[in-house]
């Protein structure tokens, strides 16, 4: 080979040096944007896997909520069985009550109007007896009266026994006559 053909190729050579320097510095500077791009995409993948933890977080804390809001929920239909059971057993107690205050009050009625018609019968009673004890006064004043005649006809004093005696035997041997 002759200097020229060194020398043209040592030129191609020093060509395609510098291009593949310059395509050297173009892939380096790609690669720098990669690098940085790949940077970028790095932070938004930590940020997109910050957000996924902290909606995981979340989504386990409404879950907890969840669970607890289920528990106060049983707890309260729980309650409110318990509170309708209540409920029907006073209704029933309160059936029982109003109908052993009908049955009270119909017996007190009842009670009442027997009572009633004794006590009309007692009072009558208690006049006829009024009324007989009235008659047998007088017929005792009468009879009274009757003996005060008697003795004083016979001449004897009021409160002598001697002459109500007497009086008597004569009255015993008139009637004997």
Do not use: C
Not at 28 to 53: E, K, W
Not at 138 to 150: A, C, H, K, M
Not at 163 to 172: D, E, I, N, P, Y
Request: hydrophobic content about 35%; glycine content about 4%.
């Amino acid at each position: 080979m002759t200097i020229e053909e060194i020398t043209h190729t040592l030129q191609a050579v020093a060509e395609n040096h510098a291009k593949l320097s310059a395509e050297i510095a173009e892939i380096d500077r790609i690669l720098a944007t990669l690098v940085q791009t790949q940077s970028r995409y790095d932070a938004m993948l930590t940020r997109h896997d910050d957000i996924l933890h902290e909606i995981a977080d979340k989504q386990l804390g409404n879950e907890e909520r969840f669970t607890e809001t289920d528990k106060r929920f049983a707890q309260l239909a729980a309650t409110q069985l318990r509170s309708e059971a209540r409920r029907e057993q006073l209704e029933s107690s309160f059936q029982l009550l109003e109908q052993f205050a009908r049955e009270f009050r119909n017996q007190t009625n009842e009670n009442t109007l027997a009572t009633d018609k004794l006590f009309s019968e007692a009072e009558k009673k208690l006049i006829a007896l009024v009324e007989s004890q009235a008659k047998t006064d007088e017929q005792i004043n009468r009879t009274g009266e009757f003996f005060r005649l008697l003795l004083e006809s016979n001449g004897a004093a009021p409160g002598s026994k001697s002459k109500l005696k007497k009086s008597k035997k004569a009255g015993k041997k008139g009637s004997a006559k």
